[in-house]
């Protein structure tokens, strides 16, 4: 009853404000996506650009505990500068400004720098492109690529498992308007392993960070009927620790037309060791161990699918659907059993967007995690559920 009676005054106060809004059915200007190949449009070669990103919001739910609590959050606030030097010379710089800027101990970035990054295209047909410093791991994920603050929530694997921005150096060539391939080399984790094991608390139990602790993505990107069906898959090796080589498998699937935007992410990640240390963190609670006891274990496999559907209703308001279901397993571990931990992401908003030439929507929604284990693993189950209203936008500031 509580809860229902918050979401109904906030309703009160801001629908007032979406009746009244009138627009034109014109496409909002974007920043450029995570990952997505800069490109001068209309000859504009500006210099200089600056994108504001934020996303904020009131939610009200519940926990495991089923306690209700209730609050405003800064979920994303982000600054994005850009702009051409020359038409084929391009930067992207990006920062988080609720992250911290403690510098990283393996690549001397930090957590609030997601960009910092040169492009340059050449070639008879600029189908050849490099792209240097801290860039988008060239992963197959459209959650990933989709803008951050257009995502209510993100799977465990974009959010916890995968090194997102990463600093190093790729290759791309262009073959024809349909197809590209991608080469990435970077370095597997933004923190040394010595660092990644203290500050997890853990013990390193004769393990010793690789003298290449690098990774490498191959991926091609590709769009058929029209551009309304797009493709970006990726095969990944890396390797943080001696003899632990990790080896992953990312498809990501988009059919995007008119009002329409579907996308279906796929993953396998066969882990030699888990770094993330994810699945790692359940088996020790599940037999006990503690403090420097626990390391980071071997052989750990993690899948996701995920699926998200959006639909614009008119030129002002849309809903967006998501769905995702993931799994860790430990193939040494057989008395914990297979997909032994089992993560279920979900949610659905109505969006308004008060001026259609802009990027900027207000959203009421309801959101939805659980995260359980196998019955033999007999830990709790978590469960975080909550309704949330706010704010996201995408604005050109110059």
Known sequence: MKIRTGIGIILCAVCPGLASAQTSAVSPVSA??????????NNDSSAFKLNVLGRTSFNIGSNTENEVNAGFKLDEMRLLLHGFIHSDLSYKVRFRLNRSFNTTSQDNGSRA??????????????????ILGKQAAAVGSYEFVNNPVYEYIFTDYVDRILNLFVVGATFSYKV????????????????????????????????????RPIGTYLTWEGNFLNKTIHT?????????????DNHAVSLANMHQS?????????????YGVDHTMLASNSIHSFYGIKGTDRTMLRDVVYKTAVLRFDQQLNKNWGISLKGAYETASARKYKQAGQDFRRNWTGY?????????????KLFAGYISNAITYKNRMGLPSEKNNRFILGTYFNLAAF
């Open 32 to 41: 450029p996506a995570d990952g997505q190949i800069l490109q001068p449009k």
């Open 258 to 270: 008119g009002g329409t935007k579907v996308y279906l992410d796929l993953q396998y990640s066969d």
């Open 348 to 360: 659905a908003a109505l969006e308004h967007q008060p001026f259609a030439n802009k990027d900027w």
């Open 113 to 130: 720098l997601d960009f910092a990054q040169v492009n340059y295209r050449f070639g008879k047909q600029k189908e050849w492109e490099v």
């Open 176 to 211: 024809n308007p349909a197809h590209r391939f991608t080469f990435q080399i970077y370095n597997t984790a933004t923190e040394t392993f010595d660092q990644l094991v203290k500050n997890a608390a853990y013990g390193a139990a004769g393990l010793k960070q690789s003298g």
């Open 232 to 244: 970006k898959w990726s095969y990944n090796y890396s390797q943080l620790v001696v003899d632990g």
